[in-house]
């Protein structure tokens, strides 16, 4: 299968600092990310679609300006927490989706705590 | 909306017993239905798929049938194994891309005992 990777595993900022996480496919050309928010015993949530080239689509009650997502090359999107809170600490995972196996591949996640 | 249901867990069971985990679905149409895995410290795998009513699919013994009158996709194997003590999700997709969305369920952790 092909590798997806996250940046950093985990981190712990203050509060009202911004924190960027990087989703990157090692082996593969993405289109197409996800990033999804996981909440303890909870479901992952799907936050938005990032497509290369163009602009982001957020999902119903997800603040753009607060998830602020870049999928600047067909390896890399990141996402940035900007002015975090201790709400928005949990964990965040990354999909890619691999056209030739038509299969979205997962990276680690990363676990965000906001003091 | 799109909905997935997963029966509540942990689930702990002896080694070569029998695994059935529940999985029901609220869509519209006609959707994908999924199953990934989470091995401990890794990034979800996908397990198995199937994409239209009445298909089966299957990989490394598990096995689920997508089960339109019931709208369920159950997850089953017969003998399992230590090593697949793991999170299962169950998904959907509303159409067959996998770029399109994915609506998970709230995963199940299962034990495996030796």
């Known amino acids: 299968g092909a590798v997806v990777s996250q940046h950093p595993s985990w981190v712990i900022c203050k509060s009202g600092t911004s924190v960027k996480i990087e989703c990157r496919s090692l082996?593969?050309?993405?289109?197409?990310m996800f990033w999804y928010r996981q909440f303890p015993k909870q479901s992952l949530m799907l936050m938005a679609t990032?497509?290369?080239?163009?602009?982001?689509?957020?999902e119903q009650g997800v603040e753009k300006d607060k998830f602020l997502i870049n999928h600047a090359s067909l390896t890399l999107s990141t996402l940035t927490v900007t002015s975090a809170h201790p709400e928005d600490s949990s964990f965040y995972i990354c999909?890619?989706?691999?056209?030739?196996?038509?299969?979205?591949?997962f990276g680690p996640g990363t676990r965000l705590t906001v003091l | 909306g799109n909905s997935v249901t997963q029966m509540e867990g942990p689930v702990t069971l002896s080694e070569e017993a029998f695994l059935t985990i529940n999985c029901t679905y609220t869509?519209?149409?006609?959707?994908?239905l999924f199953w990934y895995v989470q091995y401990p410290g890794e990034g979800l795998q996908l397990l198995l798929k199937?994409?239209?009513?009445?298909d089966k699919g299957s990989n490394k013994g598990f096995e689920a049938t997508y089960r339109k009158e019931t709208t369920s996709f159950h997850l089953e194997k017969g003998s399992v194994q230590v090593s697949d003590s793991a999170v299962y999700f169950c998904?959907?997709?509303?159409?067959?891309?996998?770029?399109?969305?994915?609506?998970f369920g709230k995963g199940i952790t299962l034990s495996v005992r030796p």
């Open positions: 999909s890619a989706y691999h056209r030739g196996q038509n299969e979205q591949f």
């Open positions: 199937a994409t239209k009513a009445d």
């Open positions: 990032s497509n290369e080239g163009s602009k982001a689509t957020y």
């Open positions: 869509a519209t149409g006609y959707p994908s």
């Open positions: 082996d593969f050309q993405a289109t197409t």
């Open positions: 998904a959907l997709s509303r159409r067959t891309g996998a770029n399109s969305k994915l609506t």
